[in-house]
T-cell receptor, first 111, second 116 residues
Framework: KQEVTQIPAALSVPEGENLVLNCSFT??????LQWFRQDPGKGLTSLLL?????REQTSGRLNASLDKSSGRSTLYIAASQPGDSATYLC??????????FGAGTTVTVRA | GAVVSQHPSRVICKSGTSVKIECRSL??????MFWYRQFPKQSLMLMAT?????????EQGVEKDKFLINHASLTLSTLTVTSAHPEDSSFYIC????????????FGSGTQLSVL
């Protein structure tokens, strides 16, 4: 069974600082890995998707890396802003459609 | 991007009653829909997968008689929590896809269920 762990569980930084969020998974035979953002009481917004054959994906201030052999992914958020405050979820896919989620990292960016 | 509408966003009910949650794909035909639940500070857990016109496939440990899922059309799936109890209080969220690939996966905004 795929286990997905996210560390830290919570993170508080001053505005402008870079964020580093970690995700680890136990089964390296993944189809892809996705990072999502979840605002309180809201649905999920897909941020980045990394195919198993890729090592990283970038979108604006976001960069996600993937090391499948070691079962790790890292999400970097550059120059954080208060609007980045949210819970960030990592999810891996072994078979089509079914995602295994981590518990998330709750980020607070202080103005 | 594609939109998935989930309703209601919040519901409070008495123990023993049934609650229906709707998940609609507004601008695409959803061949497959998924239902997740999330307890505070925990991961989203897949409850079931539903394909239009066929019975839902439930994950291990999910009671199919308690969580009734109907996917009667390509744009609507419903989750009914029957005889709800306080331990069913959770955040329920649906997602939908229209292609053979999880890249095309869109999430609803979730429903916070509180059972008194």
């Amino acid at each position: 069974k795929q286990e997905v762990t996210q560390i830290p569980a919570a993170l508080s930084v001053p505005e402008g600082e870079n964020l580093v969020l970690n995700c680890s998974f136990t089964d390296s035979a993944i189809y892809n890995l996705q990072w999502f953002r979840q605002d309180p009481g809201k649905g999920l917004t897909s941020l980045l998707l990394i195919q198993s054959s890729q090592r990283e994906q970038t979108s604006g201030r976001l960069n996600a890396s993937l090391d499948k052999s070691s079962g790790r992914s890292t999400l970097y958020i550059a120059a954080s802003q208060p609007g980045d405050s949210a819970t960030y979820l990592c999810a891996v896919v072994l078979n089509d459609y079914k995602l295994s989620f981590g518990a998330g990292t709750t980020v607070t960016v202080r103005a | 991007g594609a939109v998935v509408s989930q309703h209601p966003s919040r519901v409070i009910c008495k123990s023993g009653t049934s609650v229906k949650i709707e998940c609609r794909s507004l601008d695409f035909q959803a061949t497959t829909m998924f239902w997740y639940r999330q307890f505070p500070k925990q991961s989203l857990m897949l409850m079931a997968t539903s394909n239009e016109g066929s019975k839902a496939t439930y994950e291990q440990g999910v009671e199919k008689d308690k969580f009734l899922i109907n996917h009667a059309s390509l744009t609507l799936s419903t989750l009914t929590v029957t005889s709800a109890h306080p331990e069913d209080s959770s955040f329920y969220i649906c997602s939908a896809t229209f292609s053979a690939g999880v890249e095309k996966l869109f999430f609803g905004s979730g429903t916070q269920l509180s059972v008194l």
